[in-house]
């Protein structure tokens, strides 16, 4: 719900009248709107949002002052958990307090550059009502120690056997393997990484991530490259791991091969553990292992952890008690978190690679690597968001053996995102559905709980209407300014 609509206020009786859009994002057919304003007498109809049915809307000019509202979806009364309420006559009534006309801010309409079939986050659209036109809040340093430290003692005294499923499956590849039917596997499986096994040696080794494929695939394309497109049919996942340590020059100080070690967890070590070794080591994930044997022996692979994992713990247990984290109220704008687009005469920090959807593969494959970033925002001329490409999509060019067939350099980011794209997935620009969005005034508990959800690594932040990239906020940028 937003005060700043751009239209002009009127006058009723010597009063300003303030534009106030009410949002309903959570669905339904019928949807309406009624209020102290309406002396809870009148039910106003709500508009389905153009591209985005299942978010309604109402625009209404209010007196300033205090006022309560309330909404009325398919038969049943309805109020917004995340918007300020109160328990009164007519029930739990959301609320909100208008002092004086705000700032315009852009039209909820879809901009030309926008694509109708992108799976817009209804939460998009959801903004609080701004009462002021000074800069934004600044968190409290105190409100930041304590929300820290009581995140931190849970974290210390919950184990990583919270984060073991009730059922699942998790699957490991044998060293053995060849690199091309590895990453089929990847791809088929809709996994981004899985643990390797060297049965020689009874243990798990290491891992195999999209990040190999993409190094893969500029092996190849490099001249003077040792690696043929047919050793490829052949190259075992073993072969590719030596001759990527030697590449990489891991030797220590007498010039020896240094082997790397094996990232990993066990069942009982604490939830704070976990998130460190993900955050220090740079992964995507580590393998919960646990043995019987004081050697190590016959080792188990229990689970993959990863922050999201971890943080749906966090949001789980803090759930009914997020008030006692205070720095979780705060707007994401208000504190340091997370990669933003410079605004004009600041001084450029770390830059937010974004590319067209016509610039080449291997442009965007280059930032992958270069920028050490796990995900690129795909915008149109206007910089709004169109979809955004991961490290995880490499994977779609191990179907059918595309990755021989094509040059990096010939191939658009928009053909790659186009052959992960289901054969029965309706037709369009992109497929959009991995977009996950959030806006700058949203607080950092709504961030969290969205990044909670399985598969969200990060949260574009867009401006309403427009959906221009503002920024974007990984779980790694949250957890770094969690645990300080």
Known sequence: M??????????????????????????????????????????LPMSPVEGCPTVF??????????????????????????????????GIVNTVMLTRETDPIPPMVESPGSRSNMDVDNDVFQRVVRVSDGPS???????????????????????????LPESGKVLALDVNLPVKQAFHILYEQGIPVAPLWDSCKGQFVGVLSALDFILILRELGSLGSNLTEEELETHTISAWKEGKSHLERQIDGHGRAFPKILIHAGPYDCLKDVALKILQSKVATVPIIHSSTQDGSFPQLLHLASLSGVLKCVCRHFRHSSSTLPILQQPICSIPLGTWVPEIGEPNGRPLAMLRPNAP??????????AQVSSIP?????????????????????????????????????QALQLGQDANSPTGFFDGQRCQMCLRTDSLHKVMERLSNPGVRRLVIVEAGSKRVEGIISLMDVFRFLIG
């Open 2 to 43: 937003d005060s700043s609509v751009p239209e002009t206020s009127g006058v009723v009786g010597g009063h300003v009248l303030v534009p106030t859009r009410f949002v309903w994002p959570y669905g339904g057919t019928r949807v309406f709107l009624t209020g102290s304003f309406t002396r809870w007498s009148e039910h």
């Open 57 to 90: 809307q109402a625009i209404c000019s209010l007196t300033p002052g205090y006022h309560q509202y309330k909404f009325f979806v398919d038969g049943e009364w309805r109020h917004d958990e995340s918007q300020p309420s109160v328990s009164g006559n007519y």
């Open 137 to 163: 809040p600044r968190f409290s340093e105190a409100d930041l120690e304590v929300s820290r430290h009581r995140i931190s003692v849970y974290l210390s005294t919950h184990t990583a056997y919270e984060l």
């Open 361 to 370: 593969l291997s442009a965007a494959l280059s930032l992958l690597l270069q």
């Open 378 to 414: 795909i915008v149109d001329d206007n910089d709004s968001l169109l979809d955004i490409y991961s490290r995880s999509d490499i994977t779609a060019l191990a179907k059918d053996r595309v990755y021989a067939q094509i040059h990096l350099d010939e191939m658009s980011i928009h």
